[in-house]
Structures are given as structure tokens and as C-alpha cells.
T-cell receptor, first 114, second 115 residues
Framework: AQSVTQLDSQVPVFEEAPVELRCNYSSSVSVYLFWYVQYPNQGLQLLLKYLSGSTLVKSINGFEAEFNKSQTSFHLRKPSVHISDTAEYFCAVGGYSSASKIIFGSGTRLSIRP | GAVVSQHPSRVICKSGTSVKIECRSLDFQATTMFWYRQFPKQSLMLMATSNEGSKATYEQGVEKDKFLINHASLTLSTLTVTSAHPEDSSFYIC???????????FGQGTRLTVV
């Protein structure tokens, strides 16, 4: 069975400050890891994903996440946040086939203060 | 990226009626589609997994007779909430998965309100 834990339900930060959203996963098999972002009353958008290869993956809007197998973590970071980054962020884990479910963490609400 | 269209985006229905939600992959063929339910300020809970031409696989605790899923083609899956009640009010999101991209693409969600 797979599971995802997001320890922080809410993370308030000031604009232009750095942020880290934590994610730990549990799985008995190799998995893919994802971060999704959800703006109010909208669906999910893929922010970035780790499939294989380099453990550091980056998105086009400045976020990055590092896969750490020994710590079973996939924390999301951004060195300087913007007001527009205010959203709900979900960490997710999926298996290696189309039959594999994507399991989501409980989400972290990132709120940016001016 | 690939586009998944979910319709309607919002629906209000009376208690006891049925509501159908469509999920379409517009520019790719989806080998698998997933249906999720999201309560306010909570995470997405997987309801069922559907593969084209076969019966959906429901998660534990999800009533298959209440939430009917039909996956008629590689580009269309529907979720019908039968005999809806106020407690069925929620945000429903579908996702479509293809082996080609090793990721799932999500629809914009449907907010169902049962009055």
C-alpha cells in the first residue's frame, strides 16, 4: 500500500520569502512522485514530477522538489514566493503503470502575505 | 500538455434526482480514468478507477450502485450520482491517464450541490 503525508496543513509566509512544503511517502514498490497545485474552485495542475534520473526536479515557475529515497521525502521549495503562489498544494504518489492509483496527501495551504 | 474536459463545472439538483458528470480526454486516448471526490478544505479521495470497456473498480466504502461509472470509449467516462442527497454535495474531479505520458491529467472539476 502507498501513502503520502503532508505534515503542514497551512504555511503562511511573507512575499519574497523562501518556502518549503514537506512531503513524505510510504511505498513497498518504486513510485512516481508528483506535486499538484489547486487554485480556488479549480481542478489540479501538475507542478512537477519525479519519474527517474536526477533527484532534483524543477517547474517553470521557480518551484523545485528533491527526491530523497533514504528519507522517503519529496519536499517542495521555492526561494522567493509571490502573491500568485497562494493556493493549495498536494503531494501525490503513483505507481509505474496506468492501473496504478494516484494517492494524494492531505494538502498544504500556502498563503502569501504582502 | 494534454487536456481533460469535465462537464458541467457546476450543477445544482434537487434531492432524489440523478446527475451525470462527463469527463473527456480531448487530444489523447486515456487507458484509465479515475474519479475523485473532494470535500471542502480536504484532499482528494479516490472513488473509483475505470478502464474502457470494463467495469469500474470502486474503493472501499464507495457505493457502486449510487455512483455509476461508465467508460464507453477511450476518451469518455461518465459518473452518475443516482438519487442524490445533500450529503453527496461535493467537488468531483476526474483524471485521465495514459501510459505514453506516465502522468494523469485532471479535469477542472464539477461542484455538485444537492438541495
Amino acid at each position: 500500500a502507498q501513502s503520502v503525508t503532508q505534515l503542514d496543513s497551512q504555511v503562511p509566509v511573507f512575499e519574497e520569502a523562501p518556502v518549503e512544503l514537506r512531503c513524505n511517502y510510504s511505498s513497498s514498490v518504486s513510485v512516481y512522485l508528483f506535486w499538484y497545485v489547486q487554485y480556488p474552485n479549480q481542478g489540479l495542475q501538475l507542478l512537477l514530477k519525479y519519474l527517474s534520473g536526477s533527484t532534483l526536479v524543477k517547474s517553470i515557475n521557480g518551484f523545485e522538489a528533491e527526491f530523497n529515497k533514504s528519507q522517503t521525502s519529496f519536499h517542495l521549495r521555492k526561494p522567493s514566493v509571490h502573491i500568485s503562489d497562494t493556493a493549495e498544494y498536494f503531494c501525490a504518489v503513483g505507481g509505474y503503470s496506468s492501473a496504478s492509483k494516484i494517492i494524494f496527501g492531505s494538502g498544504t495551504r500556502l498563503s502569501i502575505r504582502p | 500538455g494534454a487536456v481533460v474536459s469535465q462537464h458541467p463545472s457546476r450543477v445544482i439538483c434537487k434531492s432524489g434526482t440523478s446527475v451525470k458528470i462527463e469527463c473527456r480526454s480531448l487530444d489523447f486516448q486515456a487507458t484509465t480514468m479515475f474519479w475523485y471526490r473532494q470535500f471542502p478544505k480536504q484532499s482528494l479521495m479516490l472513488m473509483a478507477t475505470s478502464n474502457e470497456g470494463s467495469k469500474a473498480t470502486y474503493e472501499q466504502g464507495v457505493e457502486k450502485d449510487k455512483f455509476l461509472i461508465n467508460h464507453a470509449s477511450l476518451t469518455l467516462s461518465t459518473l452518475t450520482v443516482t438519487s442524490a442527497h445533500p450529503e453527496d454535495s461535493s467537488f468531483y474531479i476526474c483524471s485521465a491517464y495514459t501510459d505514453m505520458n506516465t502522468e494523469a491529467f485532471f479535469g477542472q472539476g464539477t461542484r455538485l450541490t444537492v438541495v
